[in-house]
């Protein structure tokens, strides 16, 4: 029988949202974390933070889609992309950053020029209370 994944790239594996990690993860295949991920991920292709995914750790990874909780840096050889349904606190450094619109972030953007960019929220978006 052939195996169906015959390069790392065709891999995926997933932390299901029972899951809690605590320490230094490394992957070479793309991964979907929906659990609980304390410490450190090193990962060499896509990492993907689900929306019942909770990350508290510096994340080095190739590409990197945040749709759950993330607090820590974020380091991106490719792009990060943050949705709509992220709740991010922490830097992000890459060379292609998306923010959607309704996303909650909290950080810099460094997209290599060496100068980092505050996000701010528009004053349109606000809370009154802020204004």
């Known amino acids: 029988m052939n ?11 997933i932390l299901g949202p029972t899951i ?10 793309d991964l979907i974390i929906q659990g609980k991920v304390e410490g450190s991920i090193t ?8 929306r019942e ?21 974020v380091r991106a050889e ?9 709740r991010m606190t922490g830097n992000i450094s890459a060379p292609s950053v998306t923010i959607l619109q309704g996303a909650n972030f909290n950080g810099t953007v460094d997209m290599g020029g060496g100068k980092s960019a505050k996000a701010d929220v528009p004053a349109a978006r606000r809370p009154s209370s802020a204004l």
Do not use: C, W
């Open 3 to 13: 195996d169906p994944y015959d390069t790392v790239k065709d891999r995926t594996s």
């Open 43 to 50: 990962h060499k292709q896509r990492l993907t933070i689900g």
């Open 53 to 73: 995914g909770t990350v508290n750790a510096s994340v080095d990874a190739q590409t990197v889609i945040i749709e759950g909780s993330m607090e820590g840096d």
């Open 20 to 29: 809690q990690f605590k320490g230094e993860l490394s992957a070479e295949e």
């Open 78 to 86: 490719k792009s990060v992309s943050v949705k709509e349904t992220a």
